[in-house]
């Protein structure tokens, strides 16, 4: 129940063109939804991150998209550049003070120029 | 503003040995989280302190220990180290927020190679 499913593994996209990211979870107490952008040889830098009280929520050409009744979230990158080109990750953390945050596996985006 | 720091680059020990992770928190930071990001298997949460005491810690046997010093830096502690414990090790961190998740911030991380 603690896990956070995201898909696709692998993402190849076009210069310009959309690039989405998928995340499902099970735990019902997730109460707090970040996306991670991971360069090679770098740790991961925190893009953007929503709440459960709205259902998207925008910084420049990254949207996360949030529906709670169906348990996913995603990440819409719109005109995708070759600089996008990295691991992203989803997480999710629950509302008890803990602070862990439980990672998706990571999606490998490619843009191609 | 200086990000969160973490030494050393890499580190490569022997089986059985012991290793010493550090990590310097964000200016204004006084939580540290600390994840394995090994091969195959995402990034774990391994321990979180907050004000010079664990907080929350990871299903990680009790061989990986740390501890928080008074001005919010961090060290982890790897003793017996076994061959899966090769790793990217990551610390993250973030201002106390109580109850309510704070954003956290990464480090790049130190890459411990086990042999």
């Known amino acids: 129940q603690q896990q956070v499913k995201q898909s696709p593994q692998s993402l190849i996209v076009q210069k310009g063109g959309i690039s989405i990211i998928n995340c499902a979870y099970e735990n019902t107490a997730f109460d707090y939804f970040p996306w991670y952008q991971q360069f090679p040889g770098k740790g991961p830098a925190l893009l953007i991150a929503?709440?459960?009280?709205?259902s998207e929520k925008k910084e420049g050409r990254f949207t996360i998209s949030f529906n709670k009744s169906a348990k996913q979230f995603s990440l819409h990158i719109m005109d995708s550049q070759p600089g996008d080109s990295a691991t992203y990750f989803c997480a999710a953390s629950d509302g008890t003070g803990f602070q862990k945050l439980v990672f998706g596996t990571g999606t490998r985006l490619l843009v191609s120029p | 503003e200086a990000g969160v720091t973490q030494s050393p680059t890499h580190l490569i020990k022997t089986r059985g040995q012991q290793a010493t992770l550090r990590c310097s928190p964000i200016s204004g930071h006084t939580s540290v989280y600390w994840y394995q990001q090994a091969l195959g298997l995402g990034l774990q949460f391994l321990l979180w302190?907050?004000?010079?005491?664990?907080?929350n810690r990871g299903n990680f046997p009790p061989r990986f220990s740390g501890r928080q010093f008074p001005n919010y830096s961090s060290e982890l502690n790897v003793n017996a180290l076994e061959l899966e414990d090769s790793a990217l090790y990551l610390c993250?961190?973030?201002?106390?927020?109580?109850?309510?998740?704070?954003?956290?911030?990464f480090g790049d991380g130190t890459r411990l190679s086990i042999l």
């Open positions: 929503i709440r459960p009280d709205v």
């Open positions: 993250a961190s973030s201002v106390s927020g109580g109850f309510r998740n704070q954003p956290q911030h």
């Open positions: 302190y907050d004000e010079g005491e664990e907080r």
